[in-house]
């Protein structure tokens, strides 16, 4: 532990923090933007099977004008 005295002389107590180690990710993207870019695929598939049903029936999903 380290002791600072401060003015007054009050102290303070502090803990020694180990370093901060900086590593790579191991999927090479972090979480969120992996899932971001699925949230986006999918939303895309969703928008071109939506399209392809109203040009095939003229109707959207489950038969709704």
Known sequence: MTVITEERNRQNIYAIEPPIIMTDHPY????NERAELLNGRLAMLGFVA??????LTGK???GVY
Not at 28 to 31: E, K, S
Not at 50 to 55: D, G, N, T
Request: hydrophobic content about 60%.
């Open 28 to 31: 090479g993207v972090p979480h």
């Open 50 to 55: 939506a399209v392809i049903s109203y040009l």
């Open 60 to 62: 959207l999903f489950f």
